[in-house]
């Protein structure tokens, strides 16, 4: 599946994610949904698949901070499975022949812009250019870019020449979810970059991206240090009660990642 993303997200599953020296790894015992039930879970913290597993009955629910964490674990034995985007799963299968997909899939998800619940003019703003680049085609460039069979070609570049007379427009993302947001040496790419960047040039600004852990995003955009929050974020009934969301920018599903 997509092994474009093999190379985009290199820097992001590396030897970290590598097996353990040592000690026996237990078979995988996880073969359909159902069988999750009991059964030692890994998510990412604050994430929509750590509200789910929290509903799957005598599951335990082991929280990581970034997703390559959860699936070492997964890899190492100390987790059973772990609920993942399907397109962050196929960055890490690709670079790891000991791990895989059930068939099942677990839930499909919504993602769009988080915005300070006061802010409607920003949404409006914000879906105004999201319709835009829908219609120009842009948006779905973008994402061929990261997820299809042009996967790597005619990536986006921004106009070195857009209108930035409004400012900075501050993004908060937790770089750990590869192909959306992730690190190449200094700097923070991927598809939710790459449309945060052009929804900013259609809108008169210019990009400023904090990276922090995926549980501070929201504070960060309620208090103001940010603008927006994008980071493959799903609206849920709880979160609206936070935050504004933009109109859905993509659809993506949520997967269980076992080991082969």
């Known amino acids: 599946m997509k092994k474009a993303f093999a190379t985009m997200a290199a820097v992001v599953i590396s030897a970290a994610v590598m097996t353990a020296c040592g000690g026996k790894v237990p078979e995988n015992t996880v073969h359909s949904i159902d069988d999750l039930n009991g059964k030692k879970i890994g998510v990412q913290q604050g994430t929509t698949g750590d509200t789910l597993a929290s509903d799957i009955d005598d599951a335990k629910v082991e929280k990581y901070n970034k997703y390559a964490d959860a699936v070492q674990s997964l890899k190492q034995g100390k987790v059973d499975a772990v609920i993942i985007d399907s397109d962050t799963a196929s960055a890490f299968i690709n670079k790891n022949d000991d791990i895989e997909l059930l068939d099942e899939g677990f839930a499909d998800e919504e993602y769009a812009i988080a915005m300070n619940l006061d802010n409607t003019a920003l949404q409006a703003e914000i879906n105004t250019a999201l319709d835009e680049l829908k219609k120009d085609g842009t948006l779905d460039a973008i994402k061929n870019y990261y997820d299809g069979e042009s996967a790597g070609k005619n990536k986006f570049t921004p106009d070195a020449n857009a209108d930035t007379s409004k400012g900075k427009l501050v993004m908060a993302t937790n770089a750990e979810f590869p192909p959306y947001e992730y690190k190449e040496g200094s700097d923070i790419v991927g598809f939710d970059v ?3 960047t052009a ?6 600004y210019e990009l400023e991206i904090e990276n922090m852990i995926f549980n501070s995003i929201i504070p960060a955009v309620k208090s103001g240090k940010a603008d927006v929050g994008v980071a493959g ?9 936070n935050v504004l969301f933009s109109d859905s920018y993509t659809t993506t599903h949520l997967v269980v990642m076992v080991r082969k």
């Open 194 to 196: 790459d449309m945060m």
């Open 233 to 241: 974020m799903t609206v849920t009934e709880d979160r609206q009660q």
């Open 199 to 204: 929804v900013c040039q259609k809108m008169g």
